[in-house]
């Protein structure tokens, strides 16, 4: 199986001058649960390069077994480091998408062309499309085959707005994912903060959190084989 994971470009956190990117654990759990089961994973980002990584998430206080085995892992670290430019990628290539979280997208990922335009077309294929914590931002200009916005009349989550105030960006951060999910006609739902949800709807997987890292690679290699829903 082939798996492509999309991560943001982007790592200025707002105008706070501090750092943002793409969150480790939500990274590295996909990836290696996949890889582990022979995935052949491709690694992409709107620039092609180095992703930024959120400084936050490479913390002890963020560590676990899969963020420990990534910082060990000198072959991933490479894969990080020389990611392919988003521009160079045929969706047709591929059996299924990852987007990580962190703050990044929110900013890159939600109005990128080229993002857009990409899951588009994984969904027009039926191919499984995923996406954990804010990386549902991802989601925010993407159109269904009918023009709606992809998310509406389907069950979603993201990155709840108390998860967000408990972080203290509500203020600087360009769009709350909650919010623009429900504003999309999302049918948005959620469990107490940090703890792990995902939800699939047809080939639309969410995950709340960082947390949820977990149950949304489940659930993408449960489906990963499936083509028509």
Same mark, same amino acid.
């Given at each position: 199986m082939n &798996?492509?994971?999309v991560l943001t470009?982007?790592?200025? $956190?707002? #105008?706070?001058?501090k750092k943002t990117g793409f969150w480790v654990e939500e990274f590295a759990n996909p990836y290696y649960k996949l890889l582990d089961q022979g995935a052949a994973i491709t690694i992409a980002t709107p620039k092609g390069g180095a992703a930024p990584i959120d400084p936050s998430s490479d913390s002890p206080d963020a560590a676990t077994k899969d963020t420990e085995r990534f910082n060990k892992d000198e072959k991933a670290k490479e894969r990080i480091a020389n990611t392919k430019a988003l521009s160079? @990628?045929? =969706?047709? #290539?591929f059996d299924a998408v990852f987007y990580p979280g962190g703050h990044g997208p929110l900013w890159d990922l939600a109005n990128d062309v080229t993002s857009i335009a990409l899951i588009e !077309?994984?969904? +027009?294929?039926? !191919? =499984?499309?995923?996406? &954990?914590?804010?990386? %549902?931002? /991802? +989601?925010?200009? &993407?159109? #269904?085959?009918?023009?709606? %916005?992809? *998310?509406?009349?389907k069950k979603v989550t993201g990155f709840t707005n108390t998860e967000e105030d408990a972080v203290g960006l509500t203020s600087v951060v360009p769009f709350l994912v909650e919010d623009m999910l429900k504003e999309n006609g999302g049918i948005y739902s959620k469990k107490e903060d940090?703890? /792990?949800?995902? @939800?699939?709807?047809?080939? +639309?997987?969410?995950?709340?959190? =960082?947390?949820s890292s977990e149950k *949304? /690679?489940? $659930?993408l290699i449960e489906n990963i084989s499936k083509t028509n829903y």
């Amino acid at each position: 199986m082939n &798996v492509l994971f999309v991560l943001t470009s982007h790592n200025e $956190l707002g #105008d706070t001058g501090k750092k943002t990117g793409f969150w480790v654990e939500e990274f590295a759990n996909p990836y290696y649960k996949l890889l582990d089961q022979g995935a052949a994973i491709t690694i992409a980002t709107p620039k092609g390069g180095a992703a930024p990584i959120d400084p936050s998430s490479d913390s002890p206080d963020a560590a676990t077994k899969d963020t420990e085995r990534f910082n060990k892992d000198e072959k991933a670290k490479e894969r990080i480091a020389n990611t392919k430019a988003l521009s160079t @990628i045929n =969706p047709d #290539d591929f059996d299924a998408v990852f987007y990580p979280g962190g703050h990044g997208p929110l900013w890159d990922l939600a109005n990128d062309v080229t993002s857009i335009a990409l899951i588009e !077309k994984f969904n +027009l294929q039926q !191919k =499984p499309i995923a996406f &954990v914590c804010h990386a %549902p931002a /991802a +989601l925010k200009n &993407v159109k #269904d085959n009918d023009g709606n %916005p992809l *998310v509406r009349g389907k069950k979603v989550t993201g990155f709840t707005n108390t998860e967000e105030d408990a972080v203290g960006l509500t203020s600087v951060v360009p769009f709350l994912v909650e919010d623009m999910l429900k504003e999309n006609g999302g049918i948005y739902s959620k469990k107490e903060d940090w703890t /792990a949800y995902a @939800i699939q709807d047809t080939n +639309l997987i969410t995950g709340q959190n =960082p947390a949820s890292s977990e149950k *949304v /690679a489940e $659930l993408l290699i449960e489906n990963i084989s499936k083509t028509n829903y």
